[in-house]
T-cell receptor
Framework: EPEVTQTPSHQVTQMGQEVILRCVPI?????FYWYRQILGQKVEFLVS????????KSEIFDDQFSVERPDGSNFTLKIRSTKLEDSAMYFC????????????FGPGTRLTVL | QKEVEQNSGPLSVPEGAIASLNCTYS??????FFWYRQYSGKSPELIMS????GDKEDGRFTAQLNKASQYVSLLIRDSQPSDSATYLC???????????FGTGTSLTVIP
């Protein structure tokens, strides 16, 4: 069964460094998303991406964040100048319908900022 | 007001019983509703989606939607210890494609 994959599973970085989190969505899906979940808190939407551009973003997704689809399979989230409060699980998700359907989540990347 | 509200629990039920999980949402124009299961340290796993008023059954799971009351629920029949997890309610508005998640209800099924 097709699934969303994410790498790395765990990333440790120093405050102020840049990190790139990688995702491979399900191959025939068209809409891609990033969510984050701070430990013990709810899953929060960051950004959605369709047709090679951002379609929607939350207040969390400020200039520190960027997304890119560098090729036909990967979808990346870049966090510049990481802060302690960026420590969280980051989930990639994708959906194959008109963006209104079921979203399938990857296993997540645990980001730890020291 | 929170977009999506759930009782955080914990909810404990004996094995074989029915577990009832509830969710309310604030935006009346919301159109799509989803239940996800999340084990500790893992990602959300889709259980069910529901789009219209009434009940939708899939195996041991039944989702119920009442748009007039802005209420969606999930019933788990014949609960198993493996059902022990946090259950997340997610709502999709018709004005965008982002999910709004509740904080989740922690369910423990006691053998």
């Amino acid at each position: 069964e097709p699934e969303v994959t994410q790498t790395p599973s765990h990333q440790v970085t120093q405050m102020g460094q840049e990190v790139i989190l990688r995702c491979v969505p399900i191959s025939n899906h068209l809409y891609f998303y990033w969510y984050r979940q701070i430990l013990g808190q709810k899953v929060e939407f960051l950004v959605s991406f369709y047709n090679n551009e951002i379609s929607e973003k939350s207040e969390i997704f400020d200039d520190q964040f960027s997304v890119e689809r560098p090729d036909g399979s990967n979808f990346t989230l870049k966090i510049r100048s990481t802060k302690l409060e960026d420590s969280a699980m980051y989930f990639c998700a994708s959906t194959g319908t008109g963006g209104e359907g079921e979203q399938f989540f990857g296993p997540g990347t645990r980001l730890t900022v020291l | 007001q929170k977009e999506v509200e759930q009782n955080s629990g914990p909810l404990s039920v004996p094995e074989g019983a029915i577990a009832s999980l509830n969710c309310t949402y604030s935006d009346r124009v919301s159109q799509s509703f989803f239940w996800y299961r999340q084990y500790s340290g893992k990602s959300p796993e889709l259980i069910m989606s529901i789009y219209s008023n009434g009940d939708k059954e899939d195996g041991r799971f039944t989702a119920q939607l009442n748009k007039a009351s802005q209420y969606v629920s999930l019933l788990i029949r014949d609960s198993q210890p493996s059902d022990s997890a946090t259950y997340l309610c997610a709502v999709l508005k018709n004005t965008g494609n982002q999910f709004y998640f509740g904080t989740g209800t922690s369910l423990t099924v006691i053998p």
